[in-house]
C-alpha cells in the first residue's frame, strides 16, 4: 500500500518513539513540563517571535490566533482556499465568534491590492475587518508557496490599515526549504505564526502557535478555556523536538519526489500540477471512481472536488511507493 492522501499519516520512527519515551515530563498546565518548555522556546526563537505555545492541532492554532487577534462581531480576511474558510468545522464563527471574509487570488495566494479593496469602513453596519490570515504553503492553492515579496506586501499593508496578521504555516517548513528562506525571516511581518509537527516533520501530534508574549499569554487562556490544557505532555514534545531537529532539511526529498511523480504523471498524459512542494493534485473525470480503481491496487489518494485528486509525498513514501503509484496510474491509463 503506498499511502498518498497526506503528509500526516506518517508513524513515529523507532528513534522517535525512544526520545518519546525517553521524555522528561512534568504537568504542563503548571508550566512545569521541561520538554514543553524547551520545544515552546525552540519553536519562539526559529519563528523569530518572544514566545510559543504547544497545541494539539494546526486547527487549535489557528482559531487561537483569530480569537487573541479579534472580539466576536469581527470579521478575518483570508483567501477562499484557507483552512480555517473550508476545513476547521466553522470554529471560527463558532468559538470566536467572528465571520471569515474568503478573497480570491492565483494559486491560494492574495495580491495585497485585495486588502484595501476588501474594507468596507467604520459604519455601523459593517463587521470591522481585524485580522488577516496568510496560508504558507497554501495547501488548495497547490503547496504553493509565497514569494517573500508578496508574504512583505501583505502585511506591510495589512498593518497601515490597522489589521493584525496571522501565518498558518502548517506547512511553513515545506515553504522554507522551497524558498531557502529561514522562518523567522518569513513570519518577520506576522504578529502571530503557527505550524505543525504533525504533518510533513513526521511526529504524531502538535502544532505550535508562536507570537509576542502578550499574544501567547492570552492564547494559553483561550487553550485552557477549550479544554486544550494538556498535563505529562512532554510526551509528545519530545516527539515534536525530535522532527526539529531531524526532519526539516529532509523535505527536499518529498518535494524531489513530488516532481517525479508529477512529472511521470504528465508523461503518462494526466493533467497533473507542477508542484512547488510536496503536494500534487491531478484533474480527472471523475475523481471518486479515480479513487476506488487506485485504492483497489494499493494507492490511496484523496479526492478535494469531484474531478480534483491530491497525492502529497511524505516521510514514509519513499522512491520504490513513487515507482508504485505511476505504475498504477500508467496501468489504469491503458485502461
Ligand atoms: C494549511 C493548513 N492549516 C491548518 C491545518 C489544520 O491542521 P490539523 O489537522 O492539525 O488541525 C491543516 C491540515 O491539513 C492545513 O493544511
Known sequence: MVDLRSDTVTRP?????????????????????????????????????????????????????????????DEVLMHQDAHPFNYESGGAAAYAGVQIRPLAGAAGILDASAIPDALRGADDHVAPARLLCVEDTSNRGGGTVHPIEVLDALTTTAHAHG???????ARAWNAVVASGIGLERRARGFDTVGFC???????????????????IALARRVRKRLGGGMRQVGILAAGAIFALEHHVERLAQ?????????AGLRELGFAATEPSTNLVFVDVDDAPAMLDALAA?????????PRRLRLVTHLDVDDDGIGQALATFAALAEK
Open 254 to 262: 518529498d518535494h524531489a519526489r513530488a516532481a517525479r511523480l508529477a
Open 297 to 305: 491496487r494499493g494507492v490511496r489518494c484523496f479526492a478535494t472536488g
Open 13 to 73: 520512527s523507532a528513534a522517535m518513539r525512544r526520545a518519546m519515551a525517553d521524555a522528561e515530563v512534568g504537568d504542563d498546565v503548571f508550566g512545569e513540563d521541561p520538554t514543553v518548555l524547551r520545544l515552546e522556546a525552540m519553536s519562539a526563537e526559529r519563528a523569530g517571535k518572544e514566545a510559543a505555545l504547544f497545541v494539539a492541532s494546526g486547527s487549535m492554532a489557528n482559531l487561537l490566533a483569530i480569537s487573541v487577534h479579534t472580539r466576536p462581531g
Open 197 to 215: 509537527f504533525s504533518k510533513g516533520l513526521g511526529a504524531p501530534v502538535g502544532s505550535v502557535l508562536c507570537g509576542s508574549r502578550d499574544a
Open 163 to 169: 489589521l493584525s496578521t496571522h501565518l498558518d504555516g
